[in-house]
C-alpha cells in the first residue's frame, strides 16, 4: 500500500520525505481545504516537486473545496501551471473543476476527493468513465462496504482511504456547521471547527441559564469525533482492496508529521505494531478510534482537547561525530543534563544527553562574529543552540524534576513508551543527522479537556 503524507508547507514536505511517505498532498493558496495551513505559493511548487520526485516520492495537489462559478475562470491556467511543475495528481471532488483538469492537464492523474462521498461502485464507474485513476472513499464506509465496492469498480481504479487523524462531524467532511456559525465554510477551507467546541441548552423562557447536556458542568462535546488510528489494522486495510492509506494533518508540525509518517512506514514495513504504537501517543492527540471500519464511529463527548505523551524542543541541524556535537534549533525549552530523545527514519528510538549546552546568537550589524554564550537551559524559540552528548543512561526521559517543572501545572514525567528504549542505535555509536527530531518525554493534556 502507499502511504500518503499530509505536506502542509516545506518543513512538513521535507519530513514527510524523509522518514519514508511514498507519496504526500498539499495545497497551493488557492482551492484547498486547509487554507490556514502554510501551504505553497504557486510559483514553489516545481522546487517542492523536484525535493519530492529526487527522493521518488509522488506529488498530490488538492483543488477539493466546493468551486462556485467565480472560481472557475482561474482554474484552466492554475491546473496548467501545476502541469507544468511536474505534479503528479489533482484531488478534486467537483465535476466542473474534474472535467476542466481533464481537458487542459490530461497528464495529470485525477483522484477523487473524499468531499465527493464515492460509497459505491456505480458512482466509481461513472468518475472512471470520466478520467478519474483513483478515489478516496468517503469516510462512512466499513471495510465490509469498500471490500464490496472494490469487487465491482474497475480493477485499475485505485481506492484511497484515510487511516489516521482528524475525523469530522460531517458527511465526508461537507460541513455547514462553520458556515452557519461563524460565517466562514468549511467547504472553501476556512473551517472554525465548531464541532470541537462546548455545548449547553438553554430554554426558552430562561434566558441566560445554561443547563449541561451531560452531567459535566463544562457542557458537552457531543459532535467531538475521535482521531483515527488504524495502525493496527493495515493488513485488513490492505485485504479490503485499499490502494493507498492516507494521513490526516495538513494543519499539522513537521514533527508530527515525521512521528506518524515513521510509525506507518516502520509498520507497513514489517515492524511489530506494538513497537511503534507508543510512538502516535507521543505526538499530539485527541482520543483515538477507528472511525466507520468496524462499526458506527465513536464521538468523545467529554474531551475537545489534546493529550501528548512527548515534547518536541529542537530540530537537528547539524552533528559531528568526532567531537560528539549536535547543533539544533530550539522549538521548546529543554536543559543542561537532560535526556533527549532522537526521531530518525527507519531506525529505533535512540537517546542523548546535553552538556555543556551553548547559545549561539545570531550575527548581527554592531556584532558579526558574536561569541557563544553557555546557558542552563535553552528557551529562545528558534534560536541555535550548540552541545555535546552523552550516551543514553536508559532511565525514563524527561524523569527528573528540574527538566520537567518548566512544563506548566498540567505537565508531568512519563515513562518512556514500549519499544522505544533502543539505547545506541543498534549498538552502533553514530550521532543524529540534520532533519531529525529531538525530544522529550512530557506529558500534556490541554487545559480544555472536559475530563
Given at each position: 500500500m502507499?502511504?500518503?503524507?499530509p505536506?502542509?508547507?516545506i518543513?512538513?514536505?521535507?519530513?514527510?520525505v524523509?522518514f519514508?511517505?511514498?507519496?504526500?498532498?498539499?495545497?497551493?493558496d488557492?482551492?484547498?481545504?486547509?487554507?490556514?495551513?502554510?501551504?505553497?505559493?504557486?510559483?514553489?511548487?516545481?522546487?517542492?516537486?523536484e525535493?519530492?520526485?529526487a527522493?521518488g516520492?509522488?506529488?498530490h495537489?488538492?483543488a477539493n473545496?466546493?468551486?462556485e462559478?467565480g472560481?472557475?475562470?482561474?482554474?484552466?491556467?492554475?491546473?496548467?501551471?501545476?502541469d507544468a511543475?511536474?505534479?503528479?495528481?489533482?484531488i478534486?471532488?467537483?465535476?466542473?473543476?474534474?472535467?476542466?483538469?481533464?481537458?487542459?492537464?490530461?497528464?495529470?492523474?485525477?483522484?477523487?476527493s473524499?468531499?465527493?462521498?464515492v460509497?459505491?461502485s456505480e458512482?466509481?464507474?461513472?468518475?472512471?468513465?470520466?478520467g478519474a485513476?483513483?478515489?478516496?472513499?468517503?469516510r462512512?464506509m466499513s471495510?465490509?462496504?469498500?471490500?464490496r465496492?472494490?469487487?465491482?469498480?474497475p480493477?485499475?481504479?485505485?481506492?484511497?482511504?484515510?487511516a489516521?487523524?482528524?475525523?469530522?462531524?460531517?458527511v465526508?467532511g461537507?460541513?455547514?456547521?462553520?458556515?452557519?456559525?461563524?460565517?466562514?465554510?468549511?467547504n472553501?477551507?476556512?473551517?472554525?471547527?465548531?464541532c470541537?467546541?462546548?455545548?449547553?441548552?438553554?430554554?426558552?423562557?430562561?434566558p441566560?441559564?445554561h443547563?449541561?447536556i451531560?452531567?459535566?458542568?463544562?457542557?458537552?462535546?457531543?459532535?467531538?469525533?475521535?482521531?483515527?488510528?488504524?495502525l493496527?489494522?493495515?493488513?485488513?486495510?490492505?485485504?479490503?482492496?485499499?490502494?493507498?492509506?492516507?494521513i490526516?494533518?495538513?494543519?499539522?508540525k513537521?514533527?508530527?508529521?515525521?512521528?506518524?509518517?515513521n510509525?506507518?512506514?516502520?509498520?507497513l514495513d514489517?515492524?511489530p505494531v506494538?513497537?511503534?504504537?507508543?510512538?502516535?501517543?507521543?505526538?499530539s492527540?485527541?482520543?483515538?478510534?477507528?472511525?466507520?471500519?468496524f462499526?458506527?464511529?465513536?464521538?468523545?463527548?467529554?474531551?475537545?482537547?489534546?493529550?501528548?505523551?512527548a515534547?518536541?524542543?529542537?530540530?537537528v541541524?547539524?552533528a559531528?561525530?568526532?567531537?560528539?556535537?549536535?547543533?539544533?534549533?530550539?522549538r521548546n525549552r529543554f536543559a543542561e543534563?537532560?535526556?533527549?530523545?532522537?526521531?530518525?527514519?527507519?531506525?529505533?528510538?535512540?537517546?542523548?544527553?546535553?552538556?555543556?549546552l551553548?547559545?549561539?546568537?545570531?550575527?548581527?550589524?554592531?556584532?558579526?562574529?558574536?561569541?557563544?554564550v553557555?546557558?542552563?537551559?535553552?528557551?529562545?524559540?528558534?534560536?541555535?543552540y550548540?552541545?555535546?552528548?552523552?550516551a543514553?543512561?536508559?532511565?525514563?526521559a524527561?524523569?527528573?524534576?528540574?527538566?520537567?517543572?518548566?512544563v506548566?501545572a498540567?505537565?508531568v514525567?512519563?515513562?518512556?513508551?514500549?519499544?522505544?528504549?533502543?539505547?545506541?542505535?543498534?549498538?552502533?555509536?553514530?550521532?543524529p543527522?540534520?532533519?531529525d527530531f529531538?525530544?522529550?518525554?512530557?506529558f500534556?493534556?490541554?487545559?480544555r479537556?472536559?475530563?
Amino acid at each position: 500500500m502507499e502511504l500518503l503524507a499530509p505536506a502542509g508547507g516545506i518543513e512538513q514536505l521535507r519530513a514527510a520525505v524523509r522518514f519514508g511517505a511514498d507519496a504526500v498532498y498539499l495545497a497551493s493558496d488557492r482551492f484547498g481545504m486547509r487554507a490556514r495551513a502554510a501551504n505553497f505559493a504557486l510559483e514553489d511548487i516545481p522546487a517542492a516537486v523536484e525535493i519530492a520526485h529526487a527522493a521518488g516520492v509522488k506529488v498530490h495537489v488538492t483543488a477539493n473545496i466546493l468551486m462556485e462559478q467565480g472560481d472557475l475562470a482561474a482554474l484552466p491556467d492554475y491546473f496548467r501551471a501545476l502541469d507544468a511543475a511536474g505534479v503528479d495528481a489533482f484531488i478534486i471532488g467537483d465535476l466542473g473543476a474534474a472535467a476542466i483538469a481533464r481537458r487542459v492537464a490530461p497528464r495529470v492523474a485525477l483522484h477523487v476527493s473524499t468531499q465527493a462521498s464515492v460509497a459505491n461502485s456505480e458512482a466509481a464507474r461513472v468518475w472512471y468513465s470520466l478520467g478519474a485513476s483513483r478515489v478516496v472513499c468517503a469516510r462512512e464506509m466499513s471495510l465490509d462496504d469498500i471490500s464490496r465496492m472494490r469487487e465491482d469498480m474497475p480493477a485499475d481504479m485505485e481506492i484511497e482511504s484515510f487511516a489516521h487523524g482528524a475525523m469530522c462531524m460531517a458527511v465526508s467532511g461537507r460541513c455547514l456547521i462553520s458556515s452557519y456559525l461563524t460565517g466562514r465554510s468549511g467547504n472553501r477551507g476556512h473551517c472554525t471547527q465548531p464541532c470541537r467546541w462546548s455545548y449547553t441548552l438553554e430554554e426558552e423562557k430562561r434566558p441566560g441559564e445554561h443547563f449541561p447536556i451531560e452531567e459535566d458542568d463544562r457542557g458537552t462535546f457531543i459532535m467531538n469525533a475521535k482521531d483515527m488510528n488504524m495502525l493496527a489494522h493495515l493488513d485488513a486495510l490492505r485485504a479490503a482492496g485499499v490502494d493507498s492509506i492516507k494521513i490526516e494533518g495538513r494543519n499539522k508540525k513537521a514533527f508530527y508529521v515525521a512521528s506518524v509518517v515513521n510509525a506507518y512506514r516502520q509498520v507497513l514495513d514489517g515492524a511489530p505494531v506494538a513497537d511503534f504504537a507508543p510512538e502516535l501517543e507521543a505526538v499530539s492527540h485527541r482520543p483515538y478510534g477507528t472511525g466507520f471500519f468496524f462499526g458506527e464511529a465513536e464521538q468523545a463527548p467529554n474531551y475537545d482537547g489534546y493529550e501528548q505523551q512527548a515534547m518536541h524542543v529542537a530540530d537537528v541541524v547539524s552533528a559531528d561525530l568526532e567531537t560528539r556535537t549536535i547543533v539544533a534549533r530550539c522549538r521548546n525549552r529543554f536543559a543542561e543534563g537532560e535526556e533527549l530523545e532522537v526521531l530518525s527514519p527507519r531506525v529505533p528510538i535512540s537517546r542523548v544527553v546535553v552538556r555543556n549546552l551553548t547559545w549561539l546568537p545570531d550575527p548581527t550589524e554592531s556584532d558579526p562574529d558574536p561569541a557563544p554564550v553557555p546557558v542552563p537551559v535553552a528557551n529562545r524559540s528558534c534560536g541555535i543552540y550548540r552541545f555535546s552528548v552523552g550516551a543514553g543512561v536508559g532511565a525514563c526521559a524527561g524523569s527528573d524534576d528540574e527538566a520537567s517543572a518548566d512544563v506548566g501545572a498540567d505537565a508531568v514525567a512519563v515513562p518512556a513508551a514500549a519499544g522505544a528504549d533502543a539505547g545506541t542505535r543498534a549498538g552502533v555509536d553514530i550521532l543524529p543527522a540534520a532533519g531529525d527530531f529531538l525530544r522529550v518525554r512530557r506529558f500534556r493534556r490541554s487545559a480544555r479537556s472536559g475530563a
